[in-house]
């Protein structure tokens, strides 16, 4: 049956969604240090149909997510730092039936949802990025308890990192006075497959913050992205502190069990980060 199949893979997808995507040379240098803590609240809501033949399931779903970076090495070649969820709270509903998660309290561990959600809390990947904010590299994730094709397509995934990108909460982006509101430009990049066409346009900027609107487009030989949305970046240390972003989805998904499914998906995310360590 269509629904039991895929009850975990709706709730894991939303973390990967739109950063900021730039010309491959990158200028900005960061410097922090060891110790320092940065933390992104993520609220996500989903709206899903997956279609297989003549079984349709309707998933929606609402996550709220508590993530940490902390620096565990700093060098003059850049930085190790473990990032990881610390809290999770999430709702999912498929075709009317509600599974709820907390991960602060212990629940029914029966449930192969409630194992994929616990699983991917309290557990820190190893990134190591240049003092760009370039991955360098990464520890795999493994991702055998977090795959059931429900919580992937609801929209809840662990982080996906790729060599050769900025992590997601750095902009390669610097303040100077001469910028003005209404400034745009483009970029584009094809990786295989997959190309993806962004406009930036610049809303606000003063000397502290610079508020930045995108539209996006992505495509690969299955699924075709539309997204947009707002980036407030912090001029002085280069972060992206608060994030608006809207996505609809239109093609086809993989389940765990390389199933093929036909799928639609419309997503919001409200994502804030500040830094915790002085």
């Known amino acids: 049956m269509l629904y039991k199949k895929l009850i975990l893979a709706c709730v894991i997808q939303l973390l990967t969604l739109p950063t900021i995507v730039t010309a491959q040379t990158y200028n900005r240098v960061f410097e922090y240090k060891k110790g320092d803590v940065f933390q992104s609240e993520v609220i996500t809501t989903s709206n899903s149909m997956i279609k297989r033949g003549k079984q349709i399931l309707n998933v929606s779903s609402t996550n709220n997510i508590i993530k940490s970076h902390t620096i565990k090495e700093a060098d003059n070649q850049g930085y190790k730092l473990a990032i990881k969820i610390d809290k999770m709270n999430a709702s999912i509903d498929a075709n009317k039936v509600r599974t709820s998660f907390n ?150 998904q993989l389940s765990a069990g390389k199933t093929m499914y036909a799928v639609s998906r419309t997503t919001s995310i409200v994502e804030k980060t500040k830094k915790i360590t002085n």
Do not use: H
């Open 103 to 252: 991960s602060e309290k212990i629940t029914d561990t029966s449930s192969n949802i409630l194992k994929g959600l616990y699983f991917v809390v309290n557990k820190p990947i190893e990134v190591t990025i240049n003092k760009n904010g370039v991955i360098q590299n990464y520890q795999e994730y493994k991702l055998e308890m977090a795959s059931d094709t429900l919580i992937s397509f609801a929209g809840i995934q662990p982080e996906i990192f790729k060599k050769s990108s900025l992590l997601n909460f750095f902009a390669d982006f610097t303040y100077y006075k001469n910028l003005k509101k209404g400034y745009s430009w483009s970029d584009s990049l094809t990786v295989g497959d997959e190309k993806t066409n962004t406009r930036f346009l610049i809303d606000y900027v003063d000397e502290k913050v610079t508020i930045m609107n995108f539209f996006k487009t992505n495509t690969t030989s299955m699924l075709n992205t539309n997204s947009n949305g707002t980036y407030v970046i912090d001029n002085t240390t280069g972060l992206i502190i608060e994030k608006y972003v809207y996505v609809i989805a239109v093609g086809f």
